[in-house]
């Protein structure tokens, strides 16, 4: 007597549509086309809490040149305050643990990661976001070398790396080191070369590996700034 329970064909066809309906029911979007990342930023999208025992802080953020005004929660990162608040969705959610650099906006002159940074830290600070490069409609040096270099695929992280790039170029007008730049104490300057840019951006991920291009539209943009 052939059963169905019997049957192990039967009994993966049944496993298996147990499965795709808790996958449905669970709003996963294996399947849909949709970047896992994004999916996981929109779960983790941050909520405004009416728990009275959370602090908030009143804030007033500068980027791209404006003053915001903003109540925030006290655990609220700059990367959230940025996307949330301020709808600059060009700062990219990545890792959300300061490891990729999707998120890398410019502070007072200095890139930063801000998913590691508190927005009520920066009260009063200078922020540049990638929605600020641009002068008058204008691309930056930056900006127009990574198109003419083709220095992304995906262009997810290119909002990190255009900020970064733009900040590494006036960290080397400074004549700052970093741990590719040989002996300086004899007076020297620091010598944009290939391995100067691959150390100093290394903090900035390309998961489409368009690492080459990126070297090449940053020595670029520094010869035209």
Same mark, same amino acid.
């Given at each position: 007597?052939?059963? *169905?329970?019997?049957?192990?064909?039967?009994?993966?066809? $049944?496993?298996?549509?147990?499965?795709?309906?808790?996958?449905?029911?669970?709003?996963?979007?294996?399947?849909?086309?949709?970047?896992?990342?994004?999916?996981?930023?929109?779960?983790?999208?941050?909520?405004?809490? @009416?728990?009275?025992?959370?602090?908030?802080?009143? $804030?007033?953020?500068?980027?791209?040149?404006?003053?915001?005004? %903003?109540? #925030?929660?006290?655990?609220?990162?700059? %990367?959230?305050? #940025?996307?949330?608040?301020?709808?600059?969705?060009?700062? *990219?959610?990545? !890792?959300?643990?300061?490891? +990729?650099?999707? +998120?890398?906006?410019?502070?007072?002159?200095?890139?930063?990661?801000?998913? %590691?940074?508190?927005?009520?830290?920066?009260?009063?600070?200078?922020?540049?976001? $990638?929605?600020?490069?641009? @002068? #008058?409609?204008?691309?930056?040096? $930056?900006?127009?070398?990574?198109?003419?270099?083709?220095?992304?695929?995906?262009?997810? +992280?290119?909002?990190?790396?255009? !900020?970064?790039?733009?900040?590494?170029?006036?960290?080397?007008? &400074?004549?700052?080191?970093?741990?590719?730049?040989?002996?300086?104490? &004899?007076?020297?300057?620091?010598?944009?070369?290939?391995?100067?840019?691959?150390?100093?951006?290394?903090?900035?991920? +390309?998961?489409?590996?368009?690492?080459?291009?990126?070297?090449?539209?940053?020595?670029?943009?520094?010869?035209?700034?």
């Amino acid at each position: 007597m052939n059963r *169905k329970d019997d049957n192990p064909d039967a009994s993966i066809d $049944v496993y298996r549509r147990v499965f795709l309906g808790t996958m449905a029911g669970s709003g996963m979007t294996i399947g849909l086309g949709l970047p896992l990342a994004a999916s996981a930023e929109a779960n983790s999208a941050p909520q405004a809490s @009416t728990d009275p025992a959370v602090a908030t802080n009143d $804030v007033t953020l500068r980027v791209n040149g404006a003053d915001h005004q %903003l109540r #925030l929660d006290a655990r609220t990162t700059l %990367l959230d305050a #940025l996307r949330e608040h301020l709808n600059l969705v060009g700062v *990219k959610k990545g !890792c959300d643990r300061g490891q +990729c650099g999707a +998120c890398t906006v410019i502070v007072n002159g200095r890139r930063i990661n801000s998913c %590691l940074s508190f927005a009520v830290m920066h009260e009063g600070d200078e922020i540049t976001t $990638v929605e600020g490069l641009a @002068t #008058l409609g204008k691309l930056s040096a $930056v900006q127009a070398a990574f198109l003419e270099h083709d220095a992304f695929q995906c262009g997810y +992280c290119t909002p990190g790396q255009l !900020c970064s790039a733009t900040a590494l170029i006036d960290e080397v007008r &400074k004549n700052e080191a970093s741990a590719a730049t040989p002996d300086l104490t &004899k007076g020297g300057h620091v010598e944009l070369t290939d391995a100067e840019i691959r150390e100093r951006m290394s903090g900035n991920i +390309c998961r489409c590996g368009a690492y080459p291009n990126i070297v090449a539209a940053v020595r670029a943009a520094s010869n035209q700034t």
